[in-house]
């Protein structure tokens, strides 16, 4: 995982995810209304909108969580929409919450391990040449991914006792264990401090270098929208602006969402 360039770089054109008029009603309350967006290929596309617009929703409906009403899901083209969840993320999509939940007692290799979709299975091959094998292999990725994250120190440490930025770096780090083609992230650095708040966002654009493809959302955009290929905006529901970086914030319907919110 040799370090690229930090700066966005322009998609190749292929998209990895794709929503199509994707809704979803919860009783009367419209959560999402026809949200079409793209996510190119080795690309950080960013949802933004007020608290309760419907980005955790969309993220729901995407992965499976919650089925979608209508509209259609892509991945690499293929039609995933309301596939459930372990189906989706067995085609290589990886999400991350809001709120991080790894395993607290468990050690952060070992949060590491139990992500591998084969660690499983290695646990019922106990004693055998393939088991010592395919463990060596899989704590030798853990340790490559948690070394470019910057925490291998942090390898035996018990899960509860990482800071916020640790557990969202954790949570990274799960996704690369398991090859995720496309990641989604709730609120990647919510409540981290700028720092590294930083680095974070310097290591999902090197991710993205190498081809992984990031949906996420975010609130805190003094600090993310520099990072980021793409900019969709969700207000009630719907997209209403769509643009890139710093740009968005000047445009007018940007603008009226943001204030409208506050007031
Ligand atoms: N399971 C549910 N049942 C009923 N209403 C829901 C459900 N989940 C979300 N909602 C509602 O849908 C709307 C969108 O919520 P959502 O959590 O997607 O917003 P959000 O953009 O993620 O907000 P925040 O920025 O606060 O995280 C809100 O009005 C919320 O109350
Ligand atoms: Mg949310």
Redesign the pocket.
Known sequence: MESGSSQPTPSSGANALETRSLSKS??G?R?LQQVSIGVAEGSITLVI??????????I?VVTGF?PADSGRVLLFGQDITNLPPHEVFRRGVVRTF?NPHPLKKLAVLENLLIAEPGYGDSVLHSFSRAWVEKEKRLVEKAFGILSFLGIEHLWDEQAMNLSGGQLRLLEIGRALMCDARVVIM??PIAGVAPALAHSILKKLRELAQLGISFLI?E?RLDIVLDYVDLVYV?AN?RIVAEGKGEEILKNPRVVEVYLGAEG
């Open positions: 919860f009783g309350l959560a909108g007020p608290n309760g617009s419907g980005k955790t929703t969309f729901n919650i809001q709730d609120e959302v609130h969700l529901g």
